[in-house]
């Protein structure tokens, strides 16, 4: 934390909290308030080091850029018409660590195909509806 200056009743000093412009104003003998660039009031409190903390609390730091990449839910969808071993393969190359398995595979398969958003011909390999539909189309 950086040394603050004392303010006088009534006058404000500027300062940089979490890479944020902020006015510290003192309101009364007893009550600072941290007031944002645009006026808008963040905080107050009893003296100047204490709003300072309660403000870089209150002040959000900005939030890293993550690297927008598929999830594997929405791999998953996009392959679900192909084998079991080429899903797999997929999320394993665009997710290394993930603990994606085959087991895995079979739950994304039973529950698109509960919730109607798969047909038979892309339901678990073992359920009775994937069967009927081989049978037929055999």
């Not at 009364?28 to 107050?44: A, D, H, P």
């Not at 209150?58 to 839910?73: A, D, R, T, Y």
């Not at 660590?97 to 085959?102: A, L, P, V």
């Amino acid at each position: 934390m950086k040394k603050l200056n004392k303010v006088e009743i009534g006058s404000s000093e500027k300062a940089t909290i979490n890479e944020a412009e902020v006015q510290i104003f003192r309101k009364s003998k007893y009550t600072y308030e941290v007031l944002s660039r645009n006026g808008k009031k963040i905080c107050s409190a009893p003296s100047l080091p204490k709003a300072y903390i309660k403000a870089e609390k209150l002040i959000e730091l900005p939030k890293p850029v993550v690297k927008k990449g598929s999830s594997i839910k929405s791999m998953v969808l996009d392959l679900i018409h192909k084998e079991d071993e080429d899903i797999l393969a997929a999320v394993k190359a665009e997710h290394p660590d993930s603990k994606f398995d085959q087991s895995h595979v079979s739950w994304y398969r039973s529950t698109m195909f509960r919730d109607g958003i798969i047909g038979a011909e892309c339901a678990p390999r073992r359920s009775k509806a994937y069967k009927l539909w081989k049978e037929n189309n055999s």
